[in-house]
Nanobody, 122 residues
Framework: QVQLVESGGGLVQAGGSLRLSCAAS????????MHWFRQAPGKEREFVAY????????YYADSVKGRFTISRDNAKNTVFLQMNSLKPEDTAVYYC???????????????WGQGTQVTVSS
């Protein structure tokens, strides 16, 4: 079992920044690729970014490329999402997810956190 707990969400003005964290406990964190997804009201959960086990590879949704950066610290069992130049359309609940394969859809991810709310005001 892997337990994931997100933090760092909040209210920010457009153009601002936030840094989300996802702390993992349980089985070996470095065995899992880590993902961030988000879900806005009335919309499906969508892929944001992933980072591979060692951090050697990352991938981003087009909507966040160049603004968001995913990183991880395997010594601290934590994955981060640095979000810059935030836009109102980034408003959503952000979730981290862990899986042994990389995924571009929410379906199939083995473990999920409870989510953290990000609200970007215009």
């Amino acid at each position: 079992q892997v337990q994931l707990v997100e933090s760092g969400g909040g209210l920010v003005q457009a153009g601002g920044s936030l840094r989300l964290s996802c702390a993992a406990s349980g089985r070996s964190f470095s065995s899992y690729n880590m993902h961030w997804f988000r879900q806005a009201p009335g919309k499906e959960r969508e892929f944001v970014a992933y980072i591979t086990r060692t951090g050697g590879s990352t991938y981003y949704a087009d909507s966040v490329k160049g603004r968001f950066t995913i990183s991880r610290d395997n010594a601290k069992n934590t994955v981060f999402l640095q979000m810059n130049s935030l836009k109102p359309e980034d408003t959503a609940v952000y979730y981290c997810a862990a899986d042994r394969v990389t995924r571009l859809t929410a379906s199939g991810n083995e473990y999920w956190g409870q989510g953290t709310q990000v609200t970007v005001s215009s």
